[in-house]
Structures are given as structure tokens and as C-alpha cells.
T-cell receptor, first 114, second 117 residues
Framework: EAQVTQNPRYLITVTGKKLTVTCSQN?????MSWYRQDPGLGLRQIYY???????DKGDVPEGYKVSRKEKRNFPLILESPSPNQTSLYFC?????????????FGEGSRLTVL | AQKVTQAQTEISVVEKEDVTLDCVYE???????LFWYKQPPSGELVFLIR????DEQNEISGRYSWNFQKSTSSFNFTITASQVVDSAVYFCALSGGNAGNNRKLIWGLGTSLAVNP
């Protein structure tokens, strides 16, 4: 089954404790992206990647890091989480490396930073 | 700058009513792509449709239809004979075709649709 898998789905952590949200897709997509969703602000892009070893900032990259060492994986790293990073996070992938194609989303990861 | 506006924040209808969700966009790109996504209460985001700027034909898929009008920069979504399972937040999104405006989607803030039995 074609899917994008995120882990963990739910996480409560404390300020400053490094965490990684994993994302993996099995569709051989070149394009992958991370979004955060906040009430009243909608969906905002954090980072995206058009290919292995190619990543670029989206609209709200501060406080986040990503890597794309393999085509299927695109982890989101919060080196020192802060409460303003409490949010619902979505990973997405697309067959179109420019990101103009249909996006396949993971189920979301709800992160709470205390 | 690119922008997507969904003026309707919340809509409530009774089952079997038809409902139209409005989407107005702004872009200077000559080539662009428009999307609708659905987010049901379970939280996942589900793709509904992608339309490129050169294809103004309306599209129908079962009870869903989309009306794309470049003259008014609108890409409206109609659900015919709504059902309770249609209750969700619906997002309209835009991706520019020109370099610099592609590679990401510009999202509207969504319209929350409640279909009551």
C-alpha cells in the first residue's frame, strides 16, 4: 500500500530536549516536505526536499532541521524544542519533484512542548 | 505575492443540501496549479483534485464538482446532496508554475463544513 508514515503520532516533551520526527514514503517520490498546522494560521511549510541531499527552507524553518540521506526518508529534527513549536506536523511527498503535483500526506504528528 | 482566500470559515448544512465552498486566489504566474484537500475529523489530509491553469473545464466526480473561472480567479467546490461523512475542513491551495513560486503550496485557511443529519 502506497503510504507516508510518520512517527511518533503523539509526543509530549519538555523544552530543550532534542527530538526527531521520522517520515518515510514507499512511493519512490523525489519531493518531500514538512508542514505544521496551527489554529488560525493554517498549514505552513517548514522545509522541503526535491531530491536526495537537496533540501531547502520553507516559510517557517526557524528551530528545525531536516536531512535527506535516502530518497524514502525525510526526518524533522527539533534540536532544542520550545513551547511555540507545539503543533500538528505533517510530512508529505509527491511524484512531482517541483512540488506542483498531488501531495500524499502522513497521518500527522501531534507534538506538545512543555 | 501569491495568496489563497477561503472567505467562509464555517458552513453548516442539513444532509442532502447542496453546498458550495468558495476559493479565490491571487498569482501573477501564467502557469499555476490549484488544489482541494479534505481534512476529516480524524485529522489526515486527503487530496481531492488538482487543476492546471490551462484547463478551465469544470470537473465532476460523483457528488463533487469544481468550477474553475480564471476571469474571477476562483476555484469553487460544490458538494451535491451532502452527507454526514462530508463533514470536514476543506482546504484550497495554489502552486505557482514559475521558478520561485513552485516547490510549495500556498494554502487557504480552510472552510469547516458540518453536515447535520
Amino acid at each position: 500500500e502506497a503510504q507516508v508514515t510518520q512517527n511518533p503520532r503523539y509526543l509530549i516533551t519538555v523544552t530543550g530536549k532534542k527530538l526527531t520526527v521520522t517520515c518515510s514514503q514507499n512511493m519512490n517520490h523525489e519531493y518531500m516536505s514538512w508542514y505544521r498546522q496551527d489554529p488560525g494560521l493554517g498549514l505552513r511549510q517548514i522545509y522541503y526536499s526535491m531530491n536526495v541531499e537537496v533540501t531547502d527552507k520553507g516559510d517557517v524553518p526557524e528551530g528545525y532541521k531536516v536531512s535527506r540521506k535516502e530518497k524514502r526518508n525525510f526526518p524533522l529534527i527539533l534540536e532544542s524544542p520550545s513551547p511555540n513549536q507545539t503543533s500538528l506536523y505533517f510530512c508529505a511527498s509527491s511524484w512531482d519533484r517541483k512540488g506542483t503535483g498531488e501531495l500524499f500526506f502522513g497521518e500527522g504528528s501531534r507534538l506538545t512542548v512543555l | 505575492a501569491q495568496k489563497v482566500t477561503q472567505a467562509q470559515t464555517e458552513i453548516s448544512v442539513v444532509e442532502k443540501e447542496d453546498v458550495t465552498l468558495d476559493c479565490v486566489y491571487e498569482t501573477r504566474d501564467t502557469t499555476y496549479y490549484l488544489f482541494w484537500y479534505k481534512q476529516p475529523p480524524s485529522g489526515e489530509l486527503v487530496f481531492l483534485i488538482r487543476r492546471n491553469s490551462f484547463d478551465e473545464q469544470n470537473e465532476i466526480s460523483g457528488r463533487y464538482s469544481w468550477n474553475f473561472q480564471k476571469s474571477t480567479s476562483s476555484f469553487n467546490f460544490t458538494i451535491t446532496a451532502s452527507q454526514v461523512v462530508d463533514s470536514a475542513v476543506y482546504f484550497c491551495a495554489l502552486s505557482g508554475g514559475n521558478a520561485g513560486n513552485n516547490r510549495k503550496l500556498i494554502w487557504g485557511l480552510g472552510t469547516s463544513l458540518a453536515v447535520n443529519p
